[in-house]
């Protein structure tokens, strides 16, 4: 199952009690205050851990608990402090506040390995006695009680990190050239909505220069006002630099190439027109099929961009798409 939006209660740890003490020890008359404080609450923490593809944990745990502050004691023992919780969350999740803010900005977007961000703080322990001791006030008999920690409700919505996105119809051959680009074995089937999550595979060995793509499920018109499944995994290629448009360039499921290139343009538009100024190459696929050859000439002018042509089943134009990839991203 793959999560890429929860909803989490979190609660920190309440911070301990000051004590009221007065030192006791044989030969020491009037040992004086000696109360010490309560520990801090235990503070409720993200951490992105890069083991983790998606937020599943999260899903079945909606309720986030840090431990409370301990009682301070006497002889100036400080109580202890409470045990953090600590939620792993995959890179590229973005945190936003219930009810959200008058702005609806994210609290936080966790895109590096080991990033934290702070949910609820836990709260401050209570001061012993021993802290209001003075001069003139040498006897105090009162002390403070430990602050309760925040509560809240977030929303947490994954968006995945990837250079390069995979834009296409249904059965347009997206898991396929996932498979072709890189070691990544998605589900490859003949049938709409093959693919149901995302994937993510890597392009190139350590030796060369990596670069990663993202393949969502397939596209269809009104995706960006929430029909199909589109709507839900747009936001996964909202970080990506480029963006492939991929075209079923033989037209096997009866659908016109031409048409299949503005419907796509049209909805990436629709959704955020970011998305539309973001570069992209447009890639015509299943180009070993006798019917792509008298469709690629009117899908270039349709496009007037350079349309590359390639087979995710047989690897022609693979080799070309991968350079040219690498052109782009290159630094």
């Known amino acids: 199952m793959f999560v890429d939006r929860v909803r989490i209660h979190a609660r920190a740890g309440d911070?301990?009690?000051?004590v009221i003490c007065f030192h006791r020890e044989k030969f020491v008359p009037r040992g004086g205050p000696d109360g010490g404080d309560g520990g801090r609450g235990g503070d409720v923490v993200l951490e992105?851990?890069?083991?983790i593809n998606n937020l599943i944990d999260l899903?079945?745990?909606?309720?986030?608990?840090?431990?409370?502050?301990g009682k301070g004691g006497g002889n100036n023992?400080?109580?202890?402090?409470?045990?953090?919780?600590?939620?792993?969350?995959?890179?590229?999740?973005?945190?936003?506040?219930?009810?959200?803010?008058?702005?609806g900005?994210?609290?936080?977007?966790?895109?590096?390995?080991?990033?934290?961000?702070?949910?609820?703080?836990?709260?401050?322990?209570?001061?012993?006695?021993?802290?209001?001791?003075?001069?003139?006030?040498?006897?105090?008999?009162?002390?403070?009680e430990g602050q309760p920690g925040e509560t809240g409700e977030f929303i947490l919505v994954l968006k995945?990190?990837?250079?390069?996105?995979?834009?296409?119809?249904?059965?347009?051959?997206?898991?396929?050239?996932?498979?072709?680009?890189?070691?990544?074995?998605?589900?490859?089937?003949p049938y709409p909505f093959t693919t149901l999550q995302p994937?993510?595979?890597?392009?190139?060995?350590?030796?060369?220069?990596?670069?990663?793509?993202?393949?969502?499920?397939?596209?269809?018109?009104?995706?960006?006002?929430?029909?199909?499944?589109?709507?839900?995994?747009?936001?996964?290629?909202?970080?990506?630099?480029?963006l492939l448009l991929l075209i079923d360039a033989a037209g096997t499921e009866g659908r016109d190439p031409v048409d299949d290139y503005r419907l796509l343009r049209k909805e990436l538009r629709e959704y955020?027109?970011?998305?539309?100024?973001?570069?992209?190459?447009?890639?015509?696929?299943?180009?070993?099929?006798?019917?792509?050859?008298?469709?690629?000439?009117?899908?270039?002018?349709?496009?007037?961009?350079q349309v590359l042509a390639v087979s995710a089943k047989t690897g022609e134009g693979i080799p070309g798409l991968i350079s040219s990839l690498r052109e782009i991203l290159a630094p």
């Open 199 to 242: 994937s993510i595979g890597v392009v190139g060995s350590a030796e060369e220069n990596r670069f990663t793509v993202a393949d969502i499920p397939g596209l269809v018109e009104g995706a960006h006002a929430g029909k199909g499944l589109g709507h839900d995994f747009l936001r996964h290629i909202e970080r990506c630099a480029i």
């Open 160 to 189: 995945s990190i990837a250079q390069v996105g995979l834009v296409g119809l249904p059965n347009a051959g997206k898991s396929s050239l996932l498979a072709a680009l890189s070691a990544a074995k998605p589900k490859i089937a």
């Open 48 to 51: 992105v851990d890069p083991q």
């Open 15 to 18: 911070g301990g009690d000051g």
């Open 105 to 144: 900005e994210p609290l936080a977007d966790l895109t590096r390995p080991g990033e934290t961000h702070v949910l609820c703080r836990g709260g401050r322990g209570g001061r012993g006695n021993a802290r209001f001791a003075s001069s003139v006030r040498q006897t105090p008999r009162y002390a403070e």
């Open 59 to 69: 899903r079945f745990r909606p309720h986030a608990r840090a431990g409370h502050g």
């Open 77 to 103: 023992c400080t109580g202890k402090n409470g045990k953090p919780c600590v939620l792993k969350v995959p890179a590229g999740t973005v945190v936003y506040s219930l009810p959200p803010g008058e702005d």
């Open 272 to 305: 955020d027109p970011a998305l539309a100024r973001r570069p992209f190459l447009v890639v015509a696929n299943k180009a070993d099929l006798p019917e792509s050859k008298a469709r690629l000439s009117a899908l270039r002018s349709a496009s007037r961009k």
